[in-house]
């Protein structure tokens, strides 16, 4: 009976034991848990508000490629032509986000290349356009940042200045136009200073009035410039970026 007795006692006083030790081992866990779960969301914070790899001033040079459509109007007769060419590519911006997603910056881009003269034939006449090398656009960028992919997908809202030559019977000058452009995007860093783009860019175009004498009659006319596609691979680097 006495040793029953005594049996009994040690187990009960092992258990409590037991336990005691396994409620401070949940307790100390529990502490050094939400020490490191508010140890990440302090440094997510930190890391997208300060040391996001999209913040500040930034300078891109790329290539692309343009397929454009320009066409020329006459006496309601029109005709036009598909123009594809290489682009040179350079830009400058800034941006930072906000919270932690959202992206707000603008940019001042040009695309430069060789453009050659496109012949056209209206009313047995010979017209031809060429667009000028230089294409200037001013825009804002909205985009969602991806922290855990260091990568943004975004949207450009753009104005282009185009100026194209157009030649037909005695009508001989320059047409400048500013045409809206959308473009769709993504960039992903891959260091805090140095990050690869990929982009699409959609501009639009509407006529450009002109009149001309042809066979003793003025004639009224329109000119459609640089409508359609431009593709492009960039790459951009941060200016007082950290390394």
Same mark, same amino acid.
């Given at each position: !009976?006495?040793?029953?007795?005594?049996?009994?006692?040690?187990?009960?006083?092992?258990?409590?034991?037991?336990?005691?030790? /396994?409620?401070?081992? $949940?307790?100390?866990?529990?502490?050094?848990?939400?020490?490191?779960?508010?140890?990440?969301?302090?440094?997510?914070?930190?890391?997208?508000?300060?040391?996001?790899?999209?913040?500040?001033?930034?300078?891109?040079?790329?290539?692309?490629?343009?397929?454009?459509?320009?066409?020329?109007?006459?006496?309601?007769?029109?005709?036009?032509?598909?123009?594809?060419?290489?682009?040179? @590519? !350079?830009?400058?911006?800034?941006?930072?986000?906000?919270?932690?997603?959202?992206?707000?910056?603008?940019?001042?881009?040009?695309?430069?290349?060789?453009?050659?003269?496109?012949?056209?034939?209206?009313?047995?006449?010979?017209?031809?356009?060429?667009?000028?090398?230089?294409?200037?656009?001013?825009? @804002?960028?909205?985009?969602?940042?991806?922290?855990?992919?260091?990568? !943004?997908?975004?949207?450009?809202?753009?104005?282009?200045?185009?100026?194209?030559?157009?030649?037909?019977?005695?009508? $001989?000058?320059?047409?400048?136009?500013?045409?809206?452009?959308?473009?769709?995007? !993504?960039?992903?860093?891959?260091?805090?200073?140095?990050?690869?783009?990929?982009?699409?860019?959609?501009?639009?175009?509407?006529?450009?009035?002109?009149?001309? /004498?042809? $066979?003793?009659?003025?004639?009224?006319?329109?000119?459609?410039? +640089?409508?359609?596609?431009?593709?492009? +691979?960039?790459?951009?680097?941060?200016?007082?970026?950290?390394?």
């Amino acid at each position: !009976m006495k040793t029953f007795i005594w049996l009994s006692t040690m187990g009960f006083l092992s258990l409590s034991a037991f336990c005691a030790d /396994q409620v401070a081992v $949940n307790k100390e866990n529990s502490a050094a848990g939400q020490e490191t779960e508010a140890q990440m969301l302090e440094n997510a914070e930190n890391y997208s508000l300060e040391d996001c790899s999209f913040n500040g001033i930034y300078f891109v040079l790329g290539l692309g490629s343009s397929f454009y459509k320009n066409g020329v109007s006459l006496d309601k007769k029109a005709e036009s032509c598909a123009t594809s060419r290489f682009l040179g @590519v !350079m830009a400058l911006g800034g941006g930072r986000v906000f919270g932690e997603a959202l992206y707000l910056g603008a940019e001042a881009l040009c695309d430069f290349s060789k453009t050659k003269e496109k012949i056209l034939n209206i009313n047995g006449a010979d017209a031809s356009v060429k667009i000028a090398q230089l294409i200037p656009s001013l825009g @804002v960028r909205l985009g969602y940042y991806n922290q855990h992919m260091d990568t !943004m997908f975004y949207t450009k809202v753009m104005a282009s200045r185009v100026n194209a030559d157009f030649k037909y019977v005695d009508h $001989n000058r320059t047409h400048t136009k500013i045409s809206p452009a959308i473009v769709l995007g !993504m960039e992903s860093a891959f260091s805090k200073k140095f990050s690869a783009r990929l982009e699409c860019e959609y501009r639009f175009s509407s006529n450009n009035i002109f009149s001309v /004498q042809h $066979n003793g009659s003025k004639l009224q006319g329109g000119a459609k410039i +640089a409508r359609g596609i431009n593709v492009r +691979a960039l790459v951009a680097y941060r200016l007082g970026a950290a390394k």
